[in-house]
């Protein structure tokens, strides 16, 4: 797992659904903001992943098991 194809993973499954990472980000409960491609480096360059309960969310979202979101990051 990397912190490049957890985010492509992120991406990859809102294309699936039709949605803009932003409207994956609703659709998840949180931030329109917070799937930003801007968000996931701080501003010192250190990759911010996304939480465990982030990722939880969006596979109940798009009705993944953890085996099928795994795939997707692979």
Known sequence: MTHSGTW????KIAATLGL???GLAKKCGMDP???NKSKRFSKYGKPHW?????L??????AH?????FGRIMR
């Open 33 to 35: 903001t917070a799937f």
């Open 50 to 54: 996304p939480s465990g309960n982030t």
């Open 64 to 68: 993944l098991s953890p085996e099928e």
């Open 8 to 11: 492509a993973a992120v991406d």
């Open 56 to 61: 939880s969310k969006i596979a109940a979202v």
């Open 20 to 22: 803009s990472c932003s």
